[in-house]
């Protein structure tokens, strides 16, 4: 087996005012993986790669990365690593072109280097127009793409990226995306992905890990996971309105607009008998889509569950304190 | 990191801080001239015509290296105070933090860029003197000595200042109400002489009266303190604040949560 390119074991955190932020967590991101950390906000997501970029000191655990401990020569390991993080942490007040460089200069890049690698980032993101302009002059996107050219300008082999695209308009989204496919692709970049863009998560991971009051509570492949969806539930839009939901043997149906149904299709169901059944009752659907993106649903109920888990072993410990 | 990265991290990071308070000059570079000029014009030359010698020079020439030495440890400090502080504002710390740049390259980066404005005040107060009093510097090195580290150990407290600061006001209480009293009382416009025994006792205790004598001395030639033990001093003082420096930023304090 080949060595992780991130491998924690055991990893905990505890903040100073007593907040037990991550509770012995095990996580492996395989090599040239594309992989999503996700989670609802404070489930210690952020904790976990700030650990991983050493911006957040652990409390026990181990990390290697590349499979160099972090404890032992974390120097050696930060050369593997870009980051990306999820607030804009560059001088606004620097020319865009004088933050890359001097990224690489920490890692101890010579101009001579660093220059060609630069201008090719920064043409790649779209951002070598705004190169001579401060980088408080660029929009929020262009900001977002910034960090990107910055974390990626000594050739790192894990990129973290946490939420890259919070705030970034759809357009900018997609080529965002498409850049990250690239590089993981074709230069073999391990990615490690936060968002709460579920719909992102699903569209360009493998591998995903759910975390939540600091613990995993899901780590597996994104296809193995949609399997565990059991119900979906589709949006029809009718040719023409109708009065009331249809009924549909062996569906659940609901109007949801004049022309528009919500079909909810179980494990093993196929959307032809539904069909059949509309077309029979004089009804054509023109349109379809899912009602809500099918690891969003999983997603929510699997950390509505562990919550609710959570809320009774509280609620538990309390009676027998009382 | 070899030693050719290493050399470049430090480069990179030096080139980084001189070019962030040339670029903003009119804020670093052009009001400590403007101070400096009105202190001669005021000090030197109006109220020094009548307070007349001091030490066998004219109060002019008597409170050049004084005037020389504020300007280098208010910059020295202010400078690696508000850039390190800004890096912690805005999280730019953070590349440097993310990096592979050990904690003394980073530490090391600062306080070189800290004296670069120091002595770049120093000297452009040097030249403005010039226009009021005839400079000869008596001991070449003793000068540049006292002045390098003089400066290092002010970029170092300003360093140590920016990791313990919260809050923009934190990097100002310090000059206001240490540097600048205890620059006052260290000799700049007097000879500890002319206190009574008492005074002059307690003038012994301030460590900015050894820089701004031992500087004096190297241009003047003449001091109210023995040099060798200030300049021992001093060099004792830069390396005990570089350590809790480097301890603190190794330990991640006011940067890593």
Redesign the interface.
């Known amino acids: 087996m080949t060595t992780p390119a991130l491998s924690i074991r055991g990893l905990t955190k505890v903040?100073g005012n007593g907040f037990h932020a991550l509770k012995g967590i095990d996580l492996d991101v395989p090599q040239g993986d594309f992989f999503a950390l996700l989670g609802p906000n404070g489930a210690g997501k952020s904790t976990t790669l700030?650990i991983v970029?050493?911006?957040?000191?652990k409390t026990a655990g181990e990390v290697s990365i590349y499979g160099i401990d972090i404890d032992r020569d974390?120097?050696?390991a930060?050369?593997h690593?870009g980051?990306v993080?999820q607030?804009?942490?560059?001088?606004?007040?620097?020319k865009v072109e004088?933050i890359v460089?001097?990224?690489a200069?920490?890692?101890?890049?010579?101009l001579r280097e660093a220059r060609p690698r630069c201008a090719q980032l920064l043409k790649d993101l779209g951002l070598w127009d705004k190169r001579n302009g401060p980088a408080r002059m660029l929009s929020g996107g262009m900001k977002r793409r910034l960090m990107i050219a910055?974390a990626l300008v000594h050739r790192p082999r894990l990129l973290i990226l946490d939420e890259p695209t919070a705030g970034v308009d759809i357009e900018l989204r997609r080529s965002m995306w498409e850049y990250m496919r690239r590089i993981n692709r074709e230069e073999g970049t391990t990615i490690i992905l936060t968002t709460h863009y579920l719909e992102e998560a699903e569209s360009l991971c493998r591998n995903i890990a759910i975390i939540n009051h600091g613990e995993i509570v899901k780590n597996t492949s994104v296809r193995e996971l949609l399997t565990e969806l059991d119900t979906e539930t589709f949006l029809l839009d009718l040719a023409e309105p109708v009065d009331r939901a249809p009924v549909i043997e062996g569906f659940e149906v609901e109007r949801v607009e004049r022309a528009q149904l919500a079909l909810s299709l179980r494990k093993g169901q196929q959307l032809n008998e539904a069909f059949r059944q509309l077309s029979e009752q004089g009804m054509n659907v023109v349109s379809m889509r899912n009602r809500a993106n099918r690891l969003e649903e999983l997603f929510v109920s699997m950390v509505e569950g562990d919550n609710a888990r959570a809320r009774q072993a509280e609620a538990g410990n309390k009676e027998a304190q009382s | 990191m070899n030693p050719r990265q290493i050399l470049i991290a430090l480069w990179t990071l030096v080139v980084k801080e001189v070019r962030r308070f040339t670029r903003i000059w009119p804020q670093t570079l052009l009001p400590p001239s403007i101070t400096m000029t009105m202190y001669f014009i005021i000090f030197g030359n109006l109220i020094g015509s009548r307070v007349g010698e001091m030490d066998g020079f004219s109060y002019m020439a008597y409170i050049v290296p004084g005037l020389i030495m504020m300007s280098v440890i208010t910059n020295s400090y202010s400078n690696v105070a508000s850039s390190f502080f800004s890096n912690k504002f805005q999280r730019s710390v953070e590349e440097m933090m993310v990096s592979p740049m050990p904690s003394w390259v980073i530490l090391g980066g600062f306080v070189l860029g800290g004296m670069s404005r120091g002595l770049g005040v120093g000297l452009i107060v040097t030249l403005v003197s010039l226009f009021f009093t005839d400079l000869t510097i008596h001991h070449p090195l003793v000068t540049i000595g006292v002045v390098t580290m003089t400066a290092a150990l002010f970029s170092i407290g300003g360093f140590i200042n920016a990791l313990l600061a919260n809050k923009f006001d934190d990097i100002s209480i310090v000059p206001i109400f240490v540097l600048t009293p205890l620059t006052y009382l260290g000799g700049v416009f007097y000879s500890i002489d002319m206190l009574p025994d008492f005074w002059q006792g307690v003038s012994m205790v301030n460590p900015i009266l050894y820089m701004v004598n031992a500087f004096r001395y190297g241009i003047l030639g003449v001091s109210d303190i023995p040099v060798g033990g200030a300049l021992v001093a001093v060099a004792l003082f830069i390396v005990a604040f570089f350590a809790v420096a480097l301890w603190m930023l190794e330990r991640g304090k006011g940067i890593r949560s």
């Open positions: 903040y700030g970029c050493s911006l957040v000191q974390f120097a050696k930060k050369y690593l980051v993080p607030e804009f942490n560059f001088s606004q007040f620097e004088d460089l001097a990224q200069g920490y890692y101890g890049m010579s910055r």
